[in-house]
């Protein structure tokens, strides 16, 4: 009767023992109060759209300006290659390069495309990621090079070249270009192109025609990645010689897979797609010889 006046008169009911007042269970949380409205800045976002595109226009001219530099011949399957990082400042302004905590972070993106005496093709991307952690600076037209070794794959018992893209991204954490801070968090460096061979390949460097004539005729199956590295340190001079030698050598290609180097050869030679025919490779060469005379 008397939570029935009450709820009549208007007064709040009397809650029972154990019950909170109002009815609500007990720990529940407060219903969230309303968030108050965000009025849009278009001024505000004008400027940082502004700031953006002037970031990215600095990261291009940067990307042009730094680059990757190693060896420029061929190097050697997991060999540790000894880089340089180059980098210039392409503005009339100092420039600083802002650090993130921990360092500027490098990383590297690498593809390596192997090459097999088989014709075949293997292709492999990978990311490593280093740390750099001296400050980066630069007056007008100040320039910076920095040092840094970079392990390559430990090399496989079958391909016989590897053709090799290494890229490397610059993270930091912002750029203040003269007196202006903008926001950008990564630069690409130009990349670098690289040729490894199998170990010992400087042997056959020391004379690539001699020896791609001797594995051309050799019965071991060790001989077909041979000849390919063999192709690959020919000197231009001595090219055509090649493509005669292995035109003649095809139709008494020890085995069945020489024949198929051999063609693999001819390609990587003279681009043209024949493969592993001996009569289609000897045309060919009649048909070159008869132009050249």
Known sequence: LLLLVAACS????????????GGAAVGAPSPPEA???VESDPEAAAVLGLRVLHARSAGRLLARSCALRGPVGPVTCGATLHLALEFANPFPDEIEL???????????????????????RERTTRVRVARLARPLSFAAGGRFRHEIDFELPEPDPVSAVWRIELGADLLLAGLRLGGRELPLDRFPLQPLRLRALPPGWE?????????????????????DRHLLVAVELLPPEQ???A????????????????????AVALEALTGAGIGAQPQR??????RRQNEGS
């Open 98 to 120: 802002l650090q993130p905590e921990g360092g500027y972070g490098l990383e590297f993106r690498y593809t390596v495309e192997r090459l097999f005496p088989n014709g075949g």
């Open 203 to 223: 042997d056959v460097a020391a004379a690539p025609l001699e020896r791609l004539l001797q594995a051309a005729s050799l019965a071991s199956p060790l001989a």
């Open 243 to 262: 493509v005669a030698a292995l035109a003649r050598a095809l139709p008494e290609a020890p085995t069945p897979a020489r024949a198929t180097t051999i």
């Open 35 to 37: 968030a108050p409205a």
């Open 10 to 21: 208007g007064a709040e009911p009397v809650a029972a023992p154990g019950e909170p007042a």
């Open 281 to 286: 490779w000897l045309e060919w060469w009649g």
């Open 239 to 241: 090219r055509p010689e």
